[in-house]
């Protein structure tokens, strides 16, 4: 019988920890660092031949940029890249790269002319490095799904988000609505909105001309109503806040909570998310947090989810009943 070894590289290694307690294994024994030229290496301890083998890597940045003990997004990419090659040169049995967030993938199309779909090119070179398998989590696009020639689960957040919000609103649901921040999101919106029992509303924005201010419209009637503002990542902010000011300002909302997948939290997100109307941000601990979150913004974990997806993957069952 094949064994099951859980690895981790630099970027979320507290997830790491959590998984593999869910899974009942200890951590895997390697190291990845950089060398005094700034190139990446991994080092594995134990023997893998013959085993089960997942590596936790999502891919992206740590630290402040600029300062001492920043790495940033391609140090990560890197550093799994690197682990999936050792592994693959190491006889391991079976590689999955367990990425929770998948960077890049907001580049997934040509949007000008001579744009790289750079999506395409992590996903050739994931799979160019040894990988069989990627586990990830609410992807930004979900046709990156096709740019792999090897399975890939696409796991999804919604639901613990679900969990939390009937808590939090148990007893006013009827004044509760689910809010898509932008057109392109009501998807993922009206799914959340239909396993909550509530109904949904629709913020549109549009640029009249050019150098002109956006001008936002409710799609619904968000009126005296508590709203929750579902996305899938929050990076910059700009358009979640901007849309949350706008249910306030212009829809007459109550109160405004947020939630989406993966907090990037980049440049300056912390700051306009403290001068927005959002009462409170959730997020799934996809991404560390920052060292200096907002008192606004909780996280739930999704340690149970990875580890039962790798439960099952690693026994060769079914993951439908994950999505459900």
Do not use: W
Not at 112 to 129: G, M, N, Y
Not at 281 to 307: D, E, G
Request: include cysteine; proline fraction near 4%.
């Amino acid at each position: 019988m094949k064994d099951i070894k859980v690895f981790s590289g630099n970027s979320n290694p507290v997830l790491a920890r959590a998984i593999c307690a869910k899974l009942g294994v200890p951590l895997g024994n390697s190291e990845c660092g950089t060398f005094s030229d700034g190139e990446n290496f991994a080092s594995i301890y134990e023997t893998v031949r013959g085993s089960d083998v997942y590596i936790i890597q999502s891919t992206c940045a740590r630290g402040v940029k600029g300062q001492a003990g920043f790495q940033s997004v391609n140090d990560r990419l890197m550093e799994l890249l690197i682990m999936i090659d050792a592994f693959k040169r190491a006889s391991a049995g079976r590689i999955t790269a367990v990425i929770p967030y998948f960077g890049y993938a907001r580049q997934d199309r040509k949007t000008k002319p001579r744009d790289p779909i750079s999506a395409k090119l992590v996903s050739d070179l994931i799979t160019k490095a040894g990988a069989d398998h990627i586990i990830t989590m609410d992807i930004h696009c979900l046709q990156i799904q096709g740019f792999f020639d090897i399975p890939m689960d696409n796991l999804t957040g919604g639901n613990l988000f679900v969990d939390y919000f009937k808590r939090k609103y148990a007893g006013r649901m009827e004044d509760t609505m689910v809010v898509s921040p932008d057109v392109g999101s009501v998807a993922r919106a009206r799914n959340f909105a239909q396993k909550l029992g509530m109904p949904m509303a629709i913020v549109d924005k549009r640029r009249q001309k050019a150098n002109s201010s956006e001008v936002m419209n409710i799609i619904g009637d968000v009126k005296d109503k508590h709203v929750i503002l579902l996305d899938d990542l929050v990076d910059t902010a700009g358009s979640l806040c901007g849309a949350a000011k706008a249910l306030v300002n212009i829809g007459g909302a109550a109160s405004v909570s947020a939630c989406a997948s993966h907090g990037v939290l980049s440049g300056p997100a912390l700051e306009r998310i403290d001068n927005s109307p959002i009462e409170e941000m959730v997020l799934l601990n996809t991404i560390p947090a920052p060292a200096n979150v907002s008192k606004k913004i909780s996280y739930i974990s999704v340690a149970a989810t990875f580890a039962e997806a790798i439960s099952r993957c690693y026994n060769d069952t079914s993951i439908n009943n994950i999505y459900r």
